[in-house]
């Protein structure tokens, strides 16, 4: 395992690499979480490639923006000095929810440096599917948790409260399983960056004349059959943008298929990088 901090768009960002061989590169959750979410559950992956782990601007172990320079825009830029230090042509990424819209929104701005992509959790590649979360997510909650997250949000906003008390409440909707929760890892989460990172989303996510410029890349969703963005929905926001996509369904999970079904992600991980390998 190999630890680093590495300047890109002036910001000193964390980085963590385990095993060696083909890179795969992992874009973390969020907006605003971190990659310790990944781990320790995905490490197994390391005895058949090099896993390239790193903490978004702002996230987690990485530096801060003085200037609160955080957007979707950036994060691109950003993944892109990382492939040009780490010496990579192509890179296969490895997008979790937030971070396979990222990965999406990256391969559309540099389609030749992109290998392969898989996602799991995905959201989309249009707006409908963020906000379809939000809406999805709010309705599955019960009143009383619906009322205690209305109040922990304004709290919030006023600085007087913390993203794990809003976790504390919807957690349990992020699973099939509420059993599973115990073995989510220990993570932070800047609201910050989600704050406003979430408001870019809002303005310029759109990713449907976008096509074209993804139709040589393979690409997989390995989405939770309960997850909020359920695969039936994701054939409306996402797989009819970019029809040959291979949808993968996992049984008996939710949203957060990395800590319910680690097992199930990694073998259709080693299958997909393995086939397509340039």
Same mark, same amino acid.
């Given at each position: ?10 910001? *000193?960002?964390?980085?963590? &690499?385990?095993?060696? #061989?083909?890179? @795969?590169?992992?874009?973390? +959750? ?84 992109? *290998?392969?992509?898989?996602? &799991?959790?995905?959201? #989309?590649?249009? @707006?409908?599917?963020?906000? +379809? ?21 304004e709290r919030l906003r006023n600085e007087e409260a913390t993203v794990e008390e809003v976790f504390s409440i919807i957690d349990p909707y992020y699973v099939f399983s509420v059993e599973s929760l115990h073995k989510k890892s220990v993570t932070k989460a800047n609201n910050e960056v989600n704050m406003i990172v979430g408001e870019d989303i809002k303005k310029h996510y759109d990713l449907s004349n976008e096509s074209r410029k993804l139709e040589h890349i393979p690409i997989v969703v ?57």
């Amino acid at each position: 395992m190999e630890e680093n901090f590495i300047k890109l768009r002036g910001l *000193n960002i964390f980085t963590r &690499t385990i095993g060696d #061989g083909e890179p @795969l590169v992992f874009l973390h +959750g969020g907006p605003g979480g971190e990659h310790r979410y990944f781990l320790p559950h995905l490490e197994e992956l390391s005895k058949d490639f090099k896993l390239v782990f790193y903490d978004q601007r702002g996230c987690g172990r990485s530096e801060e923006s003085t200037d609160k320079a955080y957007s979707i825009q950036e994060e691109i830029e950003t993944l892109e000095e990382l492939r040009t230090h780490l010496g990579i042509e192509k890179l296969n990424l490895v997008g979790e929810s937030w971070g396979s819209m990222l990965a999406l929104s990256y391969a559309c701005a540099y389609p030749t440096h992109v *290998n392969k992509l898989f996602l &799991t959790a995905a959201v #989309g590649a249009v @707006l409908d599917g963020y906000l +379809g979360f939000e809406q999805e997510l709010l309705s599955r909650l019960s009143d009383k948790d619906k009322s205690d997250l209305e109040k922990v949000m304004e709290r919030l906003r006023n600085e007087e409260a913390t993203v794990e008390e809003v976790f504390s409440i919807i957690d349990p909707y992020y699973v099939f399983s509420v059993e599973s929760l115990h073995k989510k890892s220990v993570t932070k989460a800047n609201n910050e960056v989600n704050m406003i990172v979430g408001e870019d989303i809002k303005k310029h996510y759109d990713l449907s004349n976008e096509s074209r410029k993804l139709e040589h890349i393979p690409i997989v969703v390995a989405q939770g059959e309960n997850d909020i963005i359920t695969p039936d929905k994701l054939q409306e926001v996402l797989i009819k943008y970019l029809p040959h996509t291979k949808l993968e369904i996992i049984k008996e999970c939710g949203h957060w298929s990395v800590i319910e079904k680690p097992t199930v992600l990694m073998d259709l991980i080693k299958r997909f990088f393995s086939e397509y390998i340039s």
